[in-house]
């Protein structure tokens, strides 16, 4: 079998039955204003409403679901300094697996401190590992805890319960569209492109049930190595990007991701920090939303086609997945006021 | 009849059949973290999510589809520098009713455009009316013109048929609340106070379904005009309150509101502005939705509780109405990051 081919629709639908009850079936918005800007239907996908705010906890649930009774007694770890770390810490509480979370010692406070505060209530041991940024890699420290103590890792993006889990986003969409109008279906969904889990599993989804969807997947502009290796299909990396996409800053995508990104996206696009801040503000100002930076990736992809593509995306029907809502108050008040 | 028995259930329940697929059915919210903070269940109300982004929709919606035929080609008017305006504006130009709209010349330039925006698709002769705020009062100059022209007058808040149109947001939690779970009701709900318009009509409805039901009304502490007067039963007012509850700055209750707020309200509390931004926080941070200020208070206030009468909440159904969303981002920024 193909790297390509490791998620299947079904595994999708599984992981979705296996989901039902642990996360938010999250709510699909419309707003007139952005209909009117786009002249086309576009159907919202609030992840930022989902819990710990982020898809990730769909992935994160699924592949801890997953497990196998002896792997669940020996516990999970993981490394990431965002989302996908709180979601791990929730899902092990929630699921009673010990969850070990290596996260850099500059990770900011607040998550660090939400992590832990989630990890509260995971079965003993559980705990945040802090690293030295410049002494070691997370992967590497990762790899040696978890040798050490038998702990089954589970990365932020590329393994294929991660991408299944991550893939229920698109599927729930398509379902509750389905829901409110028999047939319905969508003619292209925007989705951001980190590592590209969230990217994979949305692809594999929409092409199952929509096979006409055209799938684009959004990276900002400084950390465009998806966009380059989708285009080349050779895998290119980025180093410390610069945007404030914290959640897109990945310096490239897995094995699995790459493969299913190039075999399944059929648009790779990128928007620069300032679309992003554009995007965050039409949220917040016309669908009284919160969303992180990179939540607000597709939403800001959306926006540039409109401008530069009208033609192509009138009268269709769109879906845009909002990723997250986990935005520090404060930062977010400096990127409104600049 | 009383005023304070002017609107009834039944006003309200027709109101609610005449607004549907006029209104947006709001979301109803809920937040683990939320609930753990209070220890009780609470159900809040999204309004912020209404057309317009604020429960004005609704009152003025009902208002105009209440006029006879006769009325109706005469066309309204109203006074109003906030979300009434608004809602009147797009309530003219969704029901072809002509509308004019008498704002201060000194209206945020922001709500001035977006009223003359909706009015764009209102019949003629629509047309927004700046006065000098120094030289009249709105009011008189509202009736000046609605004699001349011979206008029907909405006024924002103190009008039966307005009023039935609020009260809908709390018939339609209460019925959210049904369809969820056979029989269940709610123990207290807090509705925030300007001109009274809100309370009064959630007020009627929540004593006519859930009469065991506490209604409490929260302002800002530097307009605690309808406390006093609910207090001293004596009308009290007043005079350009500093607060940044824009839309909880009118100067008194109006003379139905103010016996129904008497009739039908358990207890009037008061908020400070600090205490608004710390609601606004945990809305953005925590549930991921934008609140205005004044959409603020009545979080404000079950938070305020929760630390002064934590035994009296505990273990409760609480419903909470957040009013509207509408708030300039760059004043919002402000707001965070003082």
């Known amino acids: ?165 991550q893939g229920t986003c698109a599927l729930e969409l398509l379902e509750q569209l389905v829901a409110d109008e028999p047939g319905a279906g969508l003619d292209r969904l925007y989705v951001c492109c980190g590592g590209g889990g969230l990217l994979s599993g949305c692809a594999i989804a929409a092409k199952a049930l929509a096979p006409g969807c055209e799938v684009i997947g959004v990276e900002p502009e400084a950390a465009d190595d998806a966009t380059r290796s989708f285009a080349s299909r050779t895998l290119h990396t980025v180093e410390n990007p610069g945007t404030i996409a914290d959640g897109a800053r990945t310096p490239f995508l897995g094995r699995y991701t790459f493969a299913m990104v190039c075999a399944h996206a059929d648009r790779m696009m990128t928007v620069g920090d300032d679309a992003l801040v554009g995007a965050m503000r039409f949220a917040m100002a016309s669908m009284k939303i919160v969303v992180e930076p990179t939540g607000a990736l597709a939403l800001a992809g959306l926006l540039r086609d409109a401008m530069e593509r009208p033609e192509e995306i009138r009268g269709q029907r769109i879906g845009v997945i909002i990723s997250g809502g986990n935005v520090d108050l404060t930062d977010l008040a400096r990127l409104l006021l600049d």
């Open 1 to 165: 079998m193909s790297l390509a081919g490791s998620v299947t629709i079904g595994d999708i639908r599984g992981a979705l039955a296996r989901l039902d009850g642990v996360v938010h079936r999250t709510p699909v918005l419309t707003s007139r204003r952005l209909e009117a800007m786009v002249g086309a239907r576009v159907f919202v996908k609030a992840e930022n409403f989902q819990r710990i705010g982020s898809f990730k906890y769909r992935g994160a649930s699924n592949a801890i679901m997953r497990l196998g009774p002896e792997e669940r007694s020996r516990g999970v770890l993981t490394y990431s300094s965002g989302n996908h770390a709180q979601a791990i810490a929730l899902a092990g509480a929630t699921q009673r697996v010990p969850a070990t979370i290596v996260m850099p010692s500059d990770a900011p406070r607040v998550k660090l401190d939400a992590t832990r505060g989630y990890l509260a209530g995971a079965p003993a041991p559980s705990e945040v590992v802090v690293y030295d940024r410049m002494a070691t890699t997370r992967e590497a420290l990762g790899e040696r805890i978890a040798r050490e103590r038998g702990l089954v890792i589970i990365p932020p993006y590329d393994h294929p319960d991660v991408i299944a889990g």
